[in-house]
């Protein structure tokens, strides 16, 4: 099985920035070799969980139009780890934070990971 941690969370006025980091492990040989995608989506009270960013293991991003030149997501492929730079933060981008690694190939099989989620708050 895969695991997935997410941290950096936090509460920061409007305006201002916020870093979060994702890392992947397998649970069992802790060996990964290799990550399809691995992306962020958010959720805000009463909402459905949306698309953010997402990187792929070729390096080709996606980003949705709401964060589009606010956000910068970026991977460490030897840690198996993606952030998530978020500036020019609004009130709006108020949610928990969840990340996602998909097809994640490790000795026991391939497996895709949601993470706990991370609280992001932007005070106006």
């Known amino acids: 099985q895969v695991q997935v941690a997410e941290s950096g969370g936090g509460l920061v006025q409007a305006g201002g920035s916020l870093r979060l980091a994702c890392a992947a492990s397998?649970?069992?040989?802790?060996?990964?070799?290799?990550?399809?995608?691995m992306g962020w989506y958010r959720q805000a009270p009463g909402q459905q969980r949306e698309f953010v960013a997402r990187?792929?293991?070729?390096?080709?991003?996606e980003y949705a139009d709401s964060v589009q030149g606010r956000f910068t997501i970026s991977r460490d492929s030897a840690k198996n780890t993606v952030y998530l730079q978020m500036n020019t933060l609004k009130p709006e981008d108020t949610a928990i934070y969840y990340c996602?690694?998909?097809?994640?190939?490790?000795?026991?099989?391939?497996?895709?990971?949601w993470g706990q989620g991370t609280q992001v708050t932007v005070s106006s």
């Open positions: 397998a649970a069992a040989s802790g060996v990964i070799f290799s990550i399809a995608a």
């Open positions: 996602n690694a998909d097809r994640v190939a490790t000795e026991e099989g391939v497996f895709g990971a």
């Open positions: 990187v792929t293991r070729d390096g080709r991003i």
